[in-house]
C-alpha cells in the first residue's frame, strides 16, 4: 500500500490549509487512516484517525479546529485544519493500517510539512 500525501505549506496564525492522503496498491483494505504529526525535537503524536465504520479520533489540541474525513471510492483522506496555531507547525504524515493479500500491517506516507507564522 502507497499513500501519497500533499497539501502542507506555509499559512499565517489563523489561516486554514487541507492535507490529502491517497491509497494505492492491489488488493488492499483499509481499517484505519489518518494524520501524525511530528514537530521538532518531539515525538510524533496521533493528530486525527478514521476507521471504516466512522470512528473519529482527534488529538485534543486539534478538537473544533481539524476535521478529517475520508472517501472510501477514492481511498483518500482528507485533514481540513482550521483556526492555525503556530503550535500546528510539524511535518504531517499520513497512516494508514490496512490488510493487503493476507497481512495485515502499517502504512506510511512522507511527509508534508505545515508551518503556521505567528
Known amino acids: 500500500v502507497q499513500l501519497q500525501a500533499s497539501g502542507g505549506g506555509l499559512v499565517q496564525a489563523g489561516g486554514s490549509l487541507r492535507l490529502s492522503c491517497a491509497a494505492s496498491?492491489?488488493?488492499?483494505?483499509?481499517?484505519?487512516i489518518g494524520w501524525y504529526r511530528q514537530a521538532p525535537g518531539k515525538q510524533r503524536e496521533l493528530v486525527a484517525r478514521?476507521?471504516?465504520?466512522?470512528?473519529?479520533d482527534y488529538a485534543d489540541s486539534v478538537k473544533g479546529r481539524f476535521t478529517i474525513s475520508r472517501d472510501n471510492g477514492k481511498n483518500t483522506v482528507y485533514l481540513q485544519m482550521n483556526s492555525l496555531k503556530p503550535e500546528d507547525t510539524a511535518v504531517y504524515y499520513c497512516?494508514?493500517?490496512?490488510?493487503?493479500?493476507?497481512?495485515?500491517?502499517?502504512?506510511w506516507g512522507q511527509g508534508t510539512q505545515v508551518t503556521v507564522s505567528s
Open positions: 497512516n494508514a493500517d490496512a490488510v493487503s493479500g493476507s497481512r495485515w500491517a502499517m502504512y
Open positions: 496498491g492491489s488488493d488492499f483494505s483499509i481499517n484505519g
Open positions: 478514521i476507521t471504516t465504520l466512522g470512528r473519529l
